[in-house]
């Protein structure tokens, strides 16, 4: 990924940047119309609910402490703007997924690490989010990259990546939007904290890049990688047969992708976005048409995803689990 | 509940209706656009998806069925719009709730029918829907009424409840729209047979009504109900103190208050309209302040609400169930 150089991409990065200022006056005006339809309600009816009053007044401190966290996130966008590489990074991040250990017991088994040295072997992971696969990848051992589009997400890992160097230094209040579905009060303004690892205890002779852009554009040379690895990635496709054969495309012959994730489709019904939803029963018609085999295969693993254990309103998504091998003679 | 008589009402009443008239235009608009996009995709993805584009002429087969559906129902729309009383009816409705069970359970256990006569126990059931539980309760020998602001819901059950005599003579495709998520193209044009029972099966001395109308204006009459049974409703509040305060005065006194819900709070972001999301902390405090006592209270009650059950996501709402008790002297 080159440098944010042409006027389309720059507007891109000036409209993150802005949504991120943005954070604090839109999140207090959502509390001010609460506080003054409270106010307007019956006395009796005020009184009968005193401390949801209060309880908005500090939900307005959690998001005055979540911009802190902002203005330091893109504190130094300007320079990662300038930067010809800017997100490029000999780092790390934090954010545990239970549902990165089926995926790192499969690259273990596939490519255990007394046999060829790990450091030969070359796994990509795209839609790396915050870079944290990724990065417990490159733990082992393994040259990994994590690749990323949304600069969301690119911004808030170089913060964590090259801003943190010790273990939870930092609060967010991850759910203080939720309104709804609270049994108490405190489990909308729970905290956690972060990194819960210290980005620089990565060895320095491990290899873990991010890499910035679009997976279809950036990787278009053939036969590269070992292992692609992908994590409720698929489905951020507007085609998702173009995603499947790019990684059949990249990986060397005999290199495998594993995948785990459901199909949530992230562009079906989205306004000017092109968007076809395929089933799983055609997405694997996809796969084996590619040239892919399947060697393992798993429904209904239960896997979740950023979800406030505490809510009222539980998500499960019965996400599909898969290993399949680019042929050896291609 | 009178007549649609104000300018008001009457412009509400039609714009339900042009929303059910447009559902065919758009929903295969929707298909349109994935049709057209698909068609765009280099040939050999398209081949190697072929049953995809299969798939969406069947998924237009059913938005056909489904709008054949909505036309019958709006057929008496008109005539149910002249009537003086265009929803109170004697009758009856589908769709199985597990969730009523334990309001059901406490209903028989509070008003035994070998006790005082069950047509001299009066239940209310706000946010009706379509009437189930309400005919549910009414099946059990109570007096029930069902009561329902939404005309979505009133065109519906009207039509259930006056237009079929027989089990399973309808098909629904009520998974038509969920693109996303599906394992296989089926499990998106599965459709439900229905009623599941037959509406005229209700004895004739039974006492079944469905009044139309905003819960906070049918009902300020004190000391009518002896019991007000609510399901999935008090989220449904602007003010929730307000339903909870009129929940209160209209209970006879000794009469009880059996609920079961989230707290998804329906107002919550909707723009233009005023809402407040206390939790359900608060809430008990707003409950116990207007002088109910509370007998049972179960929080984690684990229920659906009309999901997919083949869907790749699954929610699951933990509701709060509980009985509470209007005191004798008041």
């Not at 401190?61 to 979540?66: D, F, L």
């Amino acid at each position: 990924m080159g440098e944010w150089e042409d006027e389309e991409e720059r507007a891109y990065f000036q409209s993150v940047i802005s949504a991120f200022k943005y954070y604090r006056t839109y999140s207090l005006q959502r509390i001010a119309k609460s506080e003054q339809y409270f106010k307007s309600l019956p006395d009796h009816h005020q009184k009968l609910m005193e401390c949801y009053l209060q309880h908005l007044n500090i939900i307005k401190n959690c998001v005055e402490a979540n911009d802190y966290l902002i203005k330091m996130i893109i504190k130094d966008a300007d320079y990662m703007f300038s930067n010809v590489n800017p997100v490029d990074q000999n780092n790390i991040q934090p954010e545990r997924k239970s549902c990165y250990d089926p995926i790192i017991t499969e690259i273990l088994s596939e490519f255990p690490p007394d046999g060829k040295k790990p450091e030969d072997v070359k796994i990509l992971v795209p839609g790396a989010g915050l870079g944290r696969l990724a990065f417990e990848i490159a733990k082992l051992g393994y040259t990994c990259q994590g690749n990323e589009f949304s600069l969301f997400m690119l911004l808030a890992s170089q913060f964590v990546l090259n801003k943190c160097c010790n273990t939870n230094i930092h609060k967010v209040y991850p759910w203080v939007h939720q309104f709804v579905n609270n049994l108490k009060p405190e489990h909308q303004t729970q905290s956690v904290s972060f990194p819960d690892i210290n980005p620089r205890d990565l060895s320095t002779n491990s290899s873990f890049t991010m890499a910035a852009g679009d997976f279809l554009e950036v990787y278009t040379e053939d036969n590269v990688w070992d292992c692609v690895a992908t994590c409720f990635f698929i489905d951020c496709a507007n085609n998702v047969a173009a995603f499947i054969e790019t990684i059949y495309k990249i990986l060397k012959p005999g290199g495998i992708w594993i995948n785990l994730g459901p199909l949530l489709y992230h562009f079906s019904d989205v306004p000017q976005e092109d968007s076809i939803e395929p089933s799983y029963e055609v997405v694997r018609q996809i796969i084996v048409g590619l040239g892919f085999v399947i060697e393992k295969e798993k429904m209904d693993v239960s896997t979740s995803y950023a979800q406030n254990p505490n809510s009222m309103l539980q998500y499960q998504y019965r996400s599909v689990f898969f290993i399949c091998r680019k042929c050896l003679n291609v």
